[in-house]
Nanobody, 124 residues
């Protein structure tokens, strides 16, 4: 069982930055970041393959968000820059169980473990 603990959410103005952290209790081959805004469906934002071999992003955050990994700390980060009001959402990190290959790492249904979420609010 993988336990995930997120941190780093908060409130910023348009154009601001935040860095989210996701600490995992054990190895997992993929970690994804997902968000769900008010009245919206959950969507995959970014994902990273183990050891940072490959990263994935939804089009709306490309060039603004960066997902990275500190293997020594078993922590995955989501650096968010140039934030927009439409980025306002509850952000969750998720992990797969064990050494599994994901063809679609931004598909929430592929993940087995979820963190508690951290709120990001961007004001205009």
């Amino acid at each position: 069982q993988v336990q995930l603990v997120e941190s780093g959410g908060g409130s910023v103005s348009t154009g601001g930055s935040l860095r989210l952290s996701c600490a995992a209790s054990q190895y997992t081959s993929f970690v994804g970041w997902f968000r769900q805004g008010p009245g919206k469906e959950r969507e995959g934002v970014a994902a990273i393959q183990a050891n940072g071999a490959r990263t994935y992003y939804i089009d709306s955050v490309k060039g603004r968000f960066t997902v990275s990994q500190d293997t020594a700390k078993s922590t995955v980060y989501l650096q968010m820059r140039s934030l927009k009001p439409e980025d306002t959402a509850m952000y969750y990190c998720a992990a797969v169980g064990g050494n599994v290959w994901l063809r679609d790492p931004l598909n929430a249904e592929k993940y087995d473990y979820w963190g508690q979420g951290t709120q990001v609010t961007v004001s205009s």
